[in-house]
């Protein structure tokens, strides 16, 4: 029996991220809900943050509760589920994002880790090796094997590192990305690499974007790199993914956290990845396009094409992938969209089928009215005129994940989890021993 897996979760808090920076690179449509956002994106930041800290003072609790109330009636009551999420610690995200799919016998979460720090200029966040220190010992070991994470590679911390520079925050850089790579996936438990493009980075062919990256704030820009650099230590990074046989999951929706307002245009296009999986050198790596690129309504058949690239792709490159996270078939207008688009897209690319990962992009769904739903939808969509069939079912929940994570028998990640389980005396969970043919 396959597992049931969730390729795509986060378990940030208010304190990871840099909230504040965060929430202004989003866009509006116009000029008076930018200024409104201006005014009230810092009071969501500084309620959330107080209430991290334990904020006791009665008044200053009131003060914040007015405020908050005034932001969800102006961006909608789902922020507030959000909002009270982000308030918590780590730990209680996790037993949230577990109980809330309970009905749904979800046997693995993969949380995806970003490193924003060097991208916005509100970086009071919790330092990046403090949060995967907390990930291995209040998540990962005490979950044992429920939860295993995808670890951030930020191309310019590590250019800092290699360069000896200074963090943001004025401290030597001396844990650069690779290392803290290596770590996590050779001693922590992680199972793969995260990567942002929004950020201000495109896959390959860097020199491309120069200007554009001038665009970013970047603390006063002395972490404005050469392209070719950002393509060097992007290409050791693909070189060490394909030679541990390491998944690579990077976000490929438009908007989001964008270092600036449509900066998902000018970096993270699904079709800039053709650069990279053209390469003889990189042909090899295992990667997923997250989001399957579909964060507008018109998706297939619209001007924006990046759903219609992944499929192209996919039939191109046998190990690539593309997980459905964060899609608004929950939302009713659009449901009927879906059944049409993907009748078509499997009709056009039938690969897509044996491709397609599961993923609910928790906890960032709670933004959208309905989001306990997504499981159930989804498969509503997919099973649509017997358009996938059941064996296909499961793979999209699970089997098509055990490849691009190499969790089957013989593939590297599992031999590193499975040394990881003994080294710190975990029973293996069903799911890893129901797949273990080998033993």
């Given at each position: ?14 304190r ?44 200053r ?29 780590v ?17 693995l ?10 991208w ?67 001693n ?32 006063g ?14 290409g ?25 307002p449509?900066?998902?245009?000018d ?33 297939y058949?619209?001007?924006?094409t ?5 499929c ?21 207008k ?25 993923g ?27 358009l ?22 013989g593939?590297?990640?599992?031999k ?9 005396q ?14």
């Amino acid at each position: 029996m396959q597992p049931v897996i969730d390729i795509h979760t986060h378990l940030f808090n208010g304190r990871d991220i840099p909230l504040k920076g965060y929430l202004q690179s989003r866009k509006y449509d116009n000029s008076f809900q930018e200024w409104a956002g201006k005014v009230l994106i810092p009071t969501i930041a500084k309620c959330i943050r107080n209430e991290l800290d334990g904020v006791t003072n009665i008044i200053r609790k009131i003060q914040c509760c007015l405020s908050m109330k005034a932001v969800y009636a102006f961006m909608g009551r789902e922020y507030k589920f959000w909002a009270e999420t982000l308030a918590k610690n780590v730990p209680d995200i996790a037993d949230e994002m577990t109980e809330t799919y309970l009905p749904d016998h979800i046997d693995l979460f993969i949380p995806l880790m970003i490193d924003y720090e060097y991208w916005f200029w509100s970086t009071q966040d919790n330092l990046l090796k403090d949060q995967i220190n907390t990930m291995v010992q209040q998540i990962i070991l005490p979950m044992g094997g429920r939860i295993h994470p995808f670890v951030p590679f930020d191309p310019c911390r590590e250019l800092a590192c290699q360069k000896g520079m200074n963090d943001p925050d004025g401290n030597p850089e001396t844990a650069g990305s690779m290392k803290l790579v290596r770590d996590a996936i050779e001693n922590k438990g992680f199972l793969g690499v995260k990567l942002y493009n929004a950020l201000g980075y495109k896959p390959w062919n860097n020199r491309s974007v120069e200007e554009n990256r001038k665009r970013i704030a970047l603390h006063g820009r002395e972490y404005v790199f050469p392209g070719d650099e950002y393509d060097r230590v992007l290409g050791d990074l693909y070189d060490y993914c394909i030679e541990q046989d390491i998944p690579v999951t990077t976000h490929c929706g438009m908007y989001g956290i964008e270092s600036y307002p449509d900066a998902s245009f000018d970096f993270g296009k699904a079709a800039y990845w053709r650069d990279v999986l053209s390469q003889q050198r990189f042909r090899n790596l295992r990667l997923n396009l997250a989001h399957f690129g579909w964060y507008t309504p018109e998706g297939y058949t619209g001007d924006i094409t990046w759903v219609r690239d992944i499929c192209e792709m996919l039939d191109e490159f046998e190990n690539l992938y593309t997980d459905v996270s964060g899609h608004h078939v929950v939302i009713k207008k659009y449901f009927p969209g879906f059944i049409t688009d993907y009748q078509r897209i499997c009709h056009d690319f039938p690969v897509v089928k044996n491709r397609l990962l599961y993923g609910t992009d928790w906890h960032v769904c709670k933004r959208t009215a309905n989001y306990r739903h997504f499981n159930e939808v989804y498969l509503k969509v997919l099973g649509k005129n017997n358009l996938f069939s059941e064996a296909e079912l499961a793979g999209f929940l699970g089997g098509n994940a055990l490849k691009f994570l190499g969790l089957l028998p013989g593939n590297q990640n599992r031999k590193r989890l499975k040394a990881f389980y003994t080294h710190h005396q975990i029973e293996p969970p069903d799911w890893f021993r129901e797949t273990d043919h080998s033993s």
